[in-house]
């Protein structure tokens, strides 16, 4: 079945530093990429998307690259802030309704 | 703007009994949908809702059911819980325009005893 990323590993970053976070999917027909950031105690809450067609996206402070020769995802976080500690999520849709493949996420844990 | 809001936020039942879960979408927003997160699974898609029509569906079983009113307000109701349905229910709007952007609400917390 279809199933992105489906391991929860935890980084560590220093403060300052910049963040690198990586998923593997599996769904070449897939539109769309997406990032989604998780609080504790809160819904997840959507940081940046990439269209299939493309290999690069920046926002604020965020970059999401896409690899679809190798099925890779990545988000960088430049100079991560202690705001930044949370679960991220990569997640993968086709672009007719709002349903998303999530992968199991990775906790960053910034320190000061 | 209100953001999405989900009530209860927490509530236990037993095996066997059945519970209504409540969203209230973003102002404007028609599309509904509901994940289910749990620390073995992660966050499943259960089902989205448009304009008071289904328009995608996860694989859980029947028990699962929802529902969306013409003010866009969704429900979903469990059936005949069962140990593992214990979950944090998370709730989605979006806008018409597709994006992949979703705004969460902050969950329900279904803990079945």
């Known amino acids: 079945g279809e199933s992105v990323g489906l391991h929860l590993p935890t980084l560590s970053v220093q403060e300052g530093d910049n963040s690198i976070i990586n998923c593997a999917y599996s769904?070449?027909?897939?539109?769309?990429f997406i990032w989604y950031k998780q609080e504790s105690g809160k819904g997840p809450q959507f940081i940046i998307d990439i269209r299939s067609n493309m290999d690069k996206r920046q926002g604020q402070r965020v970059t999401v690259l896409l690899n679809k020769t190798v099925k890779h995802l990545s988000l960088q976080i430049a100079a991560t802030q202690p705001g930044d500690s949370a679960v991220y999520f990569c997640a993968e849709t086709k672009a007719a309704g709002n349903k998303l493949t999530f992968g199991g996420g990775t906790r960053v844990l910034v320190k000061p | 703007k209100a953001g999405v809001t989900q009530t209860p936020r927490y509530l236990i039942k037993t095996r066997g009994q059945q519970v209504t879960l409540s969203c209230s979408p973003i102002?404007?927003?028609?599309?509904v949908s509901w994940y289910q997160q749990t620390p073995g699974q992660g966050l499943q898609f259960l089902f989205e809702y448009f304009s008071e029509t289904q328009r995608n569906k996860g694989n859980f079983p029947g028990r699962f059911s929802g529902r969306q009113f013409s003010n866009s307000r969704s429900e979903m109701n469990v059936s005949t819980l069962e140990l593992g349905d214990s979950a944090l229910y998370l709730c989605?709007?979006?806008?018409?325009?597709?994006?992949?952007?979703?705004?969460f609400g902050e969950g329900s917390r279904l803990t079945v005893l």
């Open positions: 769904n070449s027909a897939s539109d769309y």
């Open positions: 989605a709007s979006s806008s018409d325009r597709f994006t992949g952007e979703l705004f």
């Open positions: 102002s404007g927003h028609r599309s």
